[in-house]
T-cell receptor
Framework: KQEVTQIPAALSVPEGENLVLNCSFT??????LQWFRQDPGKGLTSLLL?????REQTSGRLNASLDKSSGRSTLYIAASQPGDSATYLC???????????FGTGTRLKVLA | EAQVTQNPRYLITVTGKKLTVTCSQN?????MSWYRQDPGLGLRQIYY???????DKGDVPEGYKVSRKEKRNFPLILESPSPNQTSLYFC????????????FGAGSRLTVL
């Protein structure tokens, strides 16, 4: 059964720092992995989607990488800003299923 | 505007009183799904639908029903709500399966007394 873990659960950094959020999964047979952002009391906003055949995706200051063999993905945020403060979640779609499995998220606070 | 719309956004009800949370998308998406989000447990999938009249259970389907009679709508039905169904519920959709981004609704916070 696929399990998705995100460590750390919470992170505080000063503005301007580059940071890395981690997502690990137990079953490497995946269709894709998605990273989402969730603001308090709001829905999830998709940030990046990486297909199983891809190694990374980039959007602005965000870069997500995927290493299926080790069951890991990282979300790199460059030059962090207070507006980046949110909870970041990763979700995995395992091959042969139609179910997305989510990690419990990393709560990020960027201090001005 | 392309979006997933959930109603109601907030609801307080009592044990046993049937309720329906509606979900509608205007993007002609085939795949739709429901999740609940609880502290410490993250998002867990309740039901999903690959297309009209095609639905299947997710990881936590007990106590819930769904239907997909039209492509745009995917209501979540709680026939006899119980306090353990107090949660934040999200509906999501995507164009197809596997290669497409999931688009989420704003969420529905349900309290069952």
């Amino acid at each position: 059964k696929q399990e998705v873990t995100q460590i750390p659960a919470a992170l505080s950094v000063p503005e301007g720092e580059n940071l890395v959020l981690n997502c690990s999964f137990t079953d490497s047979a995946i269709y894709n992995l998605q990273w989402f952002r969730q603001d308090p009391g709001k829905g999830l906003t998709s940030l990046l989607l990486i297909q199983s055949s891809q190694r990374e995706q980039t959007s602005g200051r965000l870069n997500a990488s995927l290493d299926k063999s080790s069951g890991r993905s990282t979300l790199y945020i460059a030059a962090s800003q207070p507006g980046d403060s949110a909870t970041y979640l990763c979700a995995v779609l395992t091959s042969g299923t139609y179910k997305y499995i989510f990690g419990t998220g990393t709560r990020l606070k960027v201090l001005a | 505007e392309a979006q997933v719309t959930q109603n109601p956004r907030y609801l307080i009800t009592v044990t046993g009183k049937k309720l329906t949370v509606t979900c509608s998308q205007n993007m002609n998406h085939e795949y739709m799904s429901w999740y609940r989000q609880d502290p410490g447990l993250g998002l867990r999938q309740i039901y999903y639908s690959m297309n009209v009249e095609v639905t299947d259970k997710g990881d936590v389907p007990e106590g819930y029903k769904v239907s997909r009679k039209e492509k745009r709508n995917f209501p979540l039905i709680l026939e006899s709500p119980s306090p353990n169904q107090t949660s934040l519920y999200f509906c999501a959709s995507s164009l197809g399966y596997g290669a497409n981004v999931l688009t989420f609704g704003a969420g529905s916070r349900l309290t069952v007394l």
